[in-house]
């Protein structure tokens, strides 16, 4: 890598991330159904029918994966828990065994020198919830807050750090309006539903921790550069409505307790009852803000009449097996406009950043150097943001091992540790031999 752990300030927290849905397994533990199982056995939603029933098998391989986060050097490992192995009904009983699995995994990062970073939802809605509506559904946030008292009742007492909901644009956005995820939904009603109700679910799982006396609670969001294709006002003007829908919503919404008016000029007449009562709980003071960065995007000029219509066109720059350009820029940008427009003094962490790419491996080896390049470059612009004053307090790489990428199962690799999917062998590839290189702590 380009720089040394001595080169961030004392105290960074360098980690890696993974989601439980990604990763463990959900055939085992007792976990309950989630959408994701039910979107993924529905032909057409992801490439080759692949679901999360096995994944990495981390449920049962943990303390392999824990002891290569602290192989590597990391400070943190920031994880989720999975609802539905908690409450595999999603609401009412828990699951005995789901609960002693984090409350085993969360003292296995503590024996090993590790912060837990915890997330309490990335994305796996227990199914029966789904069958009410899910996201669609206000009681969905109290739903959400019982379910972070159960699970924060037990480990939060040894958790670093917690943010409820990874991602709202993806679990309403993406899930409700573009189809991409479960519950493969495309309606904007049920989007600007989901997109509320996900933030007062953040609102009220906030609370709950606070009246468990639990402290360090955040907020992650994924935040996408947009760039007009050219320049023409239209072009323009669809780049910043895709801003607003995909960052200034949720940010506004959570650092400011208001949504911005552009987008709400659209929202507004799919927007549940009574929306403005919420925003005081929505935007009750957090502790610290994570942002979730891979791209950018070019949106064209749009004159379909329709809203939102946003259409992004192919741009120029290299791209990741994801078809993402890279764009180390953008997290500059973000980083920056945050603290300068939002953050109001937040420590602010960089909670995923990675690429995927087709890895191979070879005699043993992973060479991956263009995720090392993609790294660095990210790395740099996270350098030169905290070397203007902005208080970023930590870097989590996306992710730990390769995993289930969602619709677009196993075959994207995000990994700093390549997985066999047939034996399940874990392989560090060079990724990750070169970030232990450089965050070995030298005594002085
Ligand atoms: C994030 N988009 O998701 C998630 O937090 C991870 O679970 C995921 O594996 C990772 O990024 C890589 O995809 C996103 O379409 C998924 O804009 C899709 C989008 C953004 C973020």
Same mark, same amino acid.
């Given at each position: 890598?380009?720089?040394?752990?001595?080169?961030?300030?004392?105290?960074?927290?360098?980690?890696?991330?993974?989601?439980?849905?990604?990763?463990?397994?959900?055939?085992?533990?007792?976990?309950?159904?989630?959408?994701?199982?039910?979107?993924?056995?529905?032909?057409?939603?992801?490439?080759?029918?692949?679901?999360?029933?096995?994944?990495?098998?981390?449920?049962?391989?943990?303390?392999?994966?824990?002891?290569?986060?602290?192989?590597?050097?990391?400070?943190?490992?920031?994880?989720?828990?999975?609802?539905?192995?908690?409450?595999?009904?999603?609401?009412?009983?828990?699951?005995?065994?789901?609960?002693?699995?984090?409350?085993?995994?969360?003292?296995?990062?503590?024996?090993?020198?590790?912060?837990?970073?915890?997330?309490?939802?990335?994305?796996?809605?227990?199914?029966?919830?789904?069958?009410?509506?899910?996201?669609?559904?206000?009681?969905?946030?109290?739903?959400?807050?019982?379910?972070?008292?159960?699970?924060?009742?037990?480990?939060?007492?040894?958790?670093?750090?917690?943010?409820?909901?990874?991602?709202?644009?993806?679990?309403?956005?993406?899930?409700?309006? *573009?189809?991409?995820? =479960? @519950?493969?939904?495309?309606?904007?009603? %049920? $989007? !600007?539903? /989901?997109?509320?109700?996900?933030?007062?679910?953040?609102?009220?799982?906030?609370?709950?921790?606070?009246?468990?006396?639990?402290?360090?609670?955040?907020?992650?969001?994924? *935040?996408?550069?947009? =760039? @007009?294709?050219?320049?023409?006002?239209? %072009? $323009? !003007?669809? /780049?910043?409505?895709?801003?607003?829908?995909?960052?200034?919503?949720?940010?506004?919404?959570?650092?400011?307790?208001?949504?911005?008016?552009?987008?709400?000029?659209?929202?507004?007449?799919?927007?549940?009852?009574?929306?403005?009562?919420?925003?005081?709980?929505?935007? /009750?003071?957090?502790?610290?803000?994570?942002?979730?960065?891979?791209?950018?995007?070019?949106?064209?000029?749009?004159?379909?009449?329709?809203?939102?219509?946003?259409?992004?066109?192919?741009?120029?720059?290299?791209?990741?097996?994801?078809?993402?350009?890279?764009?180390?820029?953008?997290?500059?940008?973000?980083?920056?406009?945050?603290?300068?427009?939002?953050?109001?003094?937040?420590?602010?962490?960089?909670?995923?950043?990675?690429?995927?790419?087709?890895?191979?491996?070879?005699?043993?080896?992973?060479?991956?150097?263009?995720?090392?390049?993609?790294?660095?470059?990210?790395?740099?612009?996270?350098?030169?943001?905290?070397?203007?004053?902005?208080?970023?307090?930590?870097?989590?790489?996306?992710?730990?091992?390769?995993?289930?990428?969602?619709?677009?199962?196993?075959?994207?690799?995000?990994?700093?540790?390549?997985?066999?999917?047939?034996?399940?062998?874990?392989?560090?590839?060079?990724?990750?031999?070169?970030?232990?290189?450089?965050?070995?702590?030298?005594?002085?």
């Amino acid at each position: 890598m380009d720089f040394k752990r001595l080169d961030f300030p004392d105290g960074f927290t360098f980690g890696a991330a993974t989601s439980s849905y990604q990763i463990e397994g959900h055939a085992f533990g007792g976990a309950g159904p989630t959408h994701w199982d039910s979107f993924a056995a529905t032909p057409g939603n992801v490439v080759r029918g692949e679901h999360g029933a096995r994944a990495c098998d981390h449920y049962h391989r943990w303390p392999e994966d824990l002891d290569l986060m602290r192989e590597a050097g990391f400070d943190a490992y920031r994880f989720s828990t999975s609802w539905a192995r908690v409450m595999p009904g999603g609401r009412g009983a828990p699951n005995p065994e789901g609960l002693d699995f984090y409350d085993r995994l969360v003292d296995g990062m503590l024996e090993r020198g590790l912060k837990p970073y915890a997330t309490l939802y990335h994305w796996e809605l227990p199914q029966p919830l789904a069958d009410l509506g899910g996201w669609r559904n206000r009681d969905i946030a109290s739903w959400f807050a019982d379910f972070t008292t159960v699970i924060m009742s037990r480990i939060g007492d040894r958790v670093h750090a917690t943010a409820p909901i990874n991602e709202p644009w993806c679990v309403a956005w993406l899930s409700h309006f *573009l189809g991409a995820q =479960a @519950p493969g939904m495309r309606d904007i009603r %049920a $989007a !600007a539903r /989901a997109m509320h109700h996900v933030l007062l679910a953040h609102g009220k799982s906030t609370q709950a921790m606070r009246a468990l006396g639990l402290k360090n609670l955040g907020a992650v969001m994924n *935040l996408e550069y947009s =760039a @007009p294709a050219d320049s023409t006002p239209e %072009a $323009a !003007a669809s /780049a910043r409505l895709y801003d607003g829908i995909y960052n200034r919503w949720f940010l506004s919404a959570v650092c400011r307790k208001e949504y911005p008016a552009d987008v709400l000029e659209g929202l507004a007449p799919h927007m549940p009852e009574n929306w403005q009562d919420d925003l005081d709980l929505i935007g /009750a003071p957090i502790d610290w803000l994570g942002i979730n960065y891979y791209t950018r995007k070019l949106i064209g000029p749009d004159d379909s009449g329709l809203w939102p219509h946003l259409t992004d066109v192919e741009g120029p720059l290299p791209k990741t097996a994801m078809g993402w350009e890279i764009y180390p820029e953008g997290l500059y940008h973000f980083l920056t406009w945050v603290h300068r427009e939002f953050g109001d003094g937040l420590p602010i962490f960089v909670t995923e950043n990675g690429m995927a790419s087709y890895d191979r491996l070879e005699a043993g080896k992973v060479n991956d150097q263009p995720r090392i390049d993609y790294l660095n470059a990210h790395l740099d612009a996270v350098r030169r943001a905290i070397a203007e004053g902005v208080p970023v307090a930590g870097y989590f790489v996306w992710s730990l091992l390769d995993n289930y990428e969602w619709a677009l199962g196993y075959d994207k690799r995000f990994g700093l540790v390549h997985v066999d999917f047939d034996t399940l062998e874990r392989t560090p590839k060079a990724s990750f031999l070169a970030l232990k290189q450089a965050l070995e702590r030298r005594e002085a």
